[in-house]
């Protein structure tokens, strides 16, 4: 079975920083789909950026973007220029079938 | 643009008593979920449906039942709720095909089972 994993539970950042989230998954597909989603206290789940695992280059939104490396099946998030709307659940999420989601890391930005 | 909607966002339950939650797409989506989030654990995935009148259990599936009469909706039973299914429920919903296609969440439902 699929599995994510997030190792960091929180993370915390000086806005205008940069910070970096990690995820790693376990798989034997060769094609899936990895996506970073946010949850803002609200507790909607809001799309962040996403991979496909065909595509060698870097996933990139605004001031996210991904750093995607396959072979060791890893997937991070880096968010530059923190705002303090950035402060939100992470979660990291498989897709092959189904989508399978990490445990999340809780981002604190600090003004 | 209702997207994804679930009714109801709130409810208390005793043990043993039964309910379900009401999943509601306007997408045209063929795909839907039923997640829970509890935590720490991030959001475990209960039962799914890939169409119209077929489902498919999840990592958690025990202790629900799911029915997908209509393309448009999606429902979660709990025959006998326990302590344990005290969690926010999340409904989402996905267009076939590629995986690429995002998931489109409901506002999530709170459920608590005392």
């Known amino acids: 079975a699929q599995t994510v994993t997030q190792s960091q539970p929180e993370m915390s950042v000086q806005e205008a920083e940069t910070v970096t989230l990690s995820c790693t998954y376990d798989?034997?597909?060769?094609?899936?789909?990895l996506f970073w989603y946010k949850q803002p206290p609200s507790r909607q789940m809001i799309l962040v950026i996403r991979?496909?695992?065909?595509?060698?280059q870097n996933a990139t939104e605004n001031r996210f973007s991904v750093n995607f490396q396959k072979a060791a099946k890893s997937f991070s998030l880096k968010i530059s220029d923190s705002q303090l709307g950035d402060a939100a659940m992470y979660f990291c999420?498989?897709?092959?079938?189904?989508?399978?989601f990490g445990a999340g890391t809780r981002l604190t930005v600090k003004p | 643009n209702a997207g994804v909607t679930q009714t109801p966002k709130f409810r208390v339950l005793k043990t043993g008593q039964s309910m379900t939650l009401l999943c509601a797409q306007d997408?045209?989506?063929?795909?839907m979920y039923w997640y829970r989030q509890d935590p720490g654990m991030g959001l475990r995935l209960i039962h799914y449906?890939?169409?119209?009148?077929?489902?498919a259990k999840g990592e958690v599936p025990d202790g629900y039942n799911v029915s997908r009469l209509k393309k448009q909706n999606f429902l979660l039973g709990l025959e006998s709720a326990a302590p344990s299914q005290t969690s926010v429920y999340f409904c989402?919903?996905?267009?076939?095909?590629?995986?690429?296609?995002?998931?489109?969440f409901g506002a999530g439902s709170r459920l608590t089972v005392l």
């Open positions: 989402a919903s996905s267009s076939q095909g590629s995986g690429a296609n995002v998931l489109t």
């Open positions: 999420a498989y897709r092959w079938n189904d989508m399978r």
């Open positions: 449906s890939v169409g119209e009148g077929t489902t």
């Open positions: 798989t034997s597909e060769s094609d899936y789909y």
């Open positions: 997408m045209n989506h063929e795909y």
């Open positions: 991979q496909e695992a065909y595509k060698q």
